[in-house]
């Protein structure tokens, strides 16, 4: 792993712009070096400080863009549960990505197979790769400790071998869902949390003051090779007793 960097800002609304930089300055340099910007979406408070933040851009091109989803609910695309179609009401349907340059399920499928089909998509995109390597995955974590639909003392927590696993009984609803693995996950160039409100303080410190040896699944995101922000506000890090960078919201990463 490059180094792990803890930003903390007074409060989102001072994250979100640093967040919408970090994606940008992120996507020149993946199509400068490859010619494309992958990128992994997760879905709950994300969606709409994400939507936002990267609409308040000026220039935003995102034609180069391939973007997939770190996790997604097994429901119908029109259903307020589907991750993809809160992305696709609130910024899809406002930016030029092409229609192939977003990677959805197949909801129509039984969770498993949906979780085979979505391997198979994502390796036609990454075929050189044994485990995909996104130029940037943007995570979230519950105030349990999980984070995509990897959830504490599950099974799924020890996958080594799948890109995508099927879910079928997620303690959080809806039940079916399917999710990266952890190896997935760690083989991106660039990770980063965005984790907001106090009721996430008590989880947080044990996250990144107890490292690896903590229970909840976020503390097992470790990138391989990439580099790890966790980004937060003042009610989420007030537990914390690490050092902290305090940028300002201008800050570029």
């Known amino acids: 792993m490059a180094g792990r960097r803890v930003l903390v800002f007074p409060s989102s609304a001072e994250l979100g712009p640093v967040l919408a930089q970090l994606v940008t300055s992120r996507a020149e340099k993946a199509i400068g070096s490859h010619g494309r910007f992958t990128l992994g979406l997760s879905g709950g408070s994300l969606v709409s400080m994400l939507s936002k933040e990267l609409l308040a851009l000026s220039e935003l091109d995102c034609s180069k863009w391939l973007v997939g989803f770190c996790d997604e609910r097994l429901v119908s695309f029109d259903d307020p549960e589907s991750t993809y179609g809160l992305y696709k009401s609130q910024l899809f349907s406002k930016i030029n990505i092409p229609e192939s340059g977003i990677l959805t399920i197949d909801c129509s499928l039984p969770v498993n197979e949906c979780a085979e089909d979505y391997t198979r998509k994502l390796k036609e995109v990454f075929p050189d790769d044994d485990f995909p390597v996104f130029d940037l995955l943007l995570l979230g974590m519950g105030p349990d400790g999980h984070t995509c639909s990897l959830f ?79 980004l937060v506000d003042e009610p989420a890090a007030a537990s914390l007793t690490i050092q902290v960078e305090r940028p300002g919201s201008g800050a570029k990463l």
């Not at 504490?152 to 879910?167: F, G, N, R």
């Not at 997935?184 to 044990?206: M, Y």
């Not at 990144?208 to 995101?221: H, N």
């Open 152 to 230: 504490p003392d599950h099974p799924l927590l020890e996958e080594t071998k799948k890109i995508v696993a099927p879910i079928s009984d997620s303690p959080k609803p809806p039940p079916q869902r399917v999710t990266m693995t952890f190896p997935a996950v760690n083989s991106a160039r660039c990770v980063a949390f965005i984790s907001t409100g106090g009721s996430k303080a008590p989880v947080l410190k044990e996250v990144l003051e107890d490292g690896e040896a903590s229970p909840f699944p976020a503390a097992r995101v470790v990138p391989t090779k990439g580099e790890l922000f966790w």
